[in-house]
Each structure stands twice: as C-alpha cells, then as structure tokens.
C-alpha cells in the first residue's frame, strides 16, 4: 500500500477514535467534527490511490460522487452519508446557537465508522488487484 494511502487511513482511523472519545465525554459538537473528518481522510486515502487531491472540501466531495458513487464502485448510501457529515460538521463549527443531541452525534459516529470500514476495505481490494 502506498505510503500516502496508509497514512490517510490511519489518519482517518485516529479521528474515529477521537470521535468516540469526544462522544463518550458528552463533547457532541466536537465528536462530529471528527467524526466527519474520519470520513474525509478515508475518502482523501481512495483518491490518493490516482494521486488525485482538491484544496477544497467541496473538490474532493464532488470527485469522489463523481467517480466512485456514480459509477457504482462505492454504494450510493455512503455519498449521503458523506454530504450529512459535511453540512452538520459546518453547522456545529459555525452557527453558534446549534444544539446537537447525542443521538445526532451518535449517529454521524456509526456512519463514519460504517464509511471508514467500508473505504478500508475498497482500498485493500485494489491494492489484491494490482498486485
């Protein structure tokens, strides 16, 4: 495995924990910030595989819909998982006022989890291919 695919899903593996951690000690807001970002490095880690990388999040987003969910290689269900992590983590780090309850939180977690799990295993799949 490429040392820059490793890297992002251990990345990725680091902020699912800290999403748990942040989960369990009531810190909502902060576990879906992780919680997103596990799925953004795992998502980063299946670009890295084409050395393809966007200075925006949207950017990576829009070409991961494009080439991964649209053309079948990843299930549907993760691009909505993946457009939910993204609009509630905005919500939480820039509208002051945002309550998030724990099952809010809970929920982004089992599905960043879900996602990272899922990426892992694309990735793993492609490198038995190209080997």
Aim: charged share 30%; glycine share 2%; proline share 0%.
């Amino acid at each position: 495995m490429d040392d820059l695919v490793k890297y992002r899903l251990e990345s990725a593996v680091e902020r699912l924990k800290s999403a748990e951690i942040l989960l369990d000690a009531h810190q909502y807001k902060d576990s879906i910030s992780r919680s997103y970002y596990a799925i953004f490095s795992a998502v980063r880690a299946v670009l890295a595989i084409e050395r393809v990388d966007f200075s925006k999040h949207a950017g990576v987003i829009a070409y991961f819909q494009k080439e991964y969910v649209k053309t079948g290689k990843i299930d549907k269900k993760y691009s909505k998982y993946l457009q939910n992590a993204f609009q509630i983590r905005n919500t939480c780090d820039y509208n002051d006022f945002y309550i998030v309850s724990s099952e809010d939180a809970r929920e982004q977690y089992e599905h960043a989890a879900e996602m990272v799990k899922v990426l892992t295993d694309y990735i793993s799949k492609m490198n038995s291919q190209n080997d």
